[in-house]
């Protein structure tokens, strides 16, 4: 499986590898974009089969990024892993196409539950 990680932060990258790493995903793929911007060329060049995002981020946010991937006809599961856990965030992820939101901090379980989700939808 190749997995884009969509972070402005690159610390927040690696502890979302580390994290996948923990929780027993290991063995995939990983490429990484600093931005929206990048993340949905990369999406359209690379074809990843998994998308993790941040919401907040320079020059275009996860959730634009992630209504500009729906709207180009992408269906690769895209999954928000960002601090903005707020109900009213989840509804607009899952309206916009989003399959799931993992709030940080997150644990091992935590990632392992949401992405399994994720990856059997």
Do not use: Y
Not at 27 to 44: S, T, V
Not at 63 to 92: D, K, Q, Y
């Amino acid at each position: 499986m190749k997995i884009l990680i969509t972070d402005d932060s690159k610390a927040m990258r690696m502890i979302v590898i580390r994290t996948m790493r923990q929780a027993g995903l290991e063995g995939h793929k990983i490429i990484e974009a600093e931005n929206g911007r990048e993340g949905l060329e990369m999406a359209k060049s690379e074809e990843p089969d998994l998308i993790l995002c941040d919401w907040n981020m320079p020059e275009m946010t996860g959730i634009e990024f992630l209504r500009a991937l729906r709207g180009s006809g992408s269906t690769i599961p895209f999954c928000f892993v960002t601090s903005e856990g707020s109900e009213e965030m989840r509804t607009m992820a899952a309206e916009s196409g989003a399959l799931g939101l993992i709030a940080k901090p997150f644990t091992p379980e935590a990632f392992a539950d949401t992405l399994a989700q994720v990856v059997s939808a």
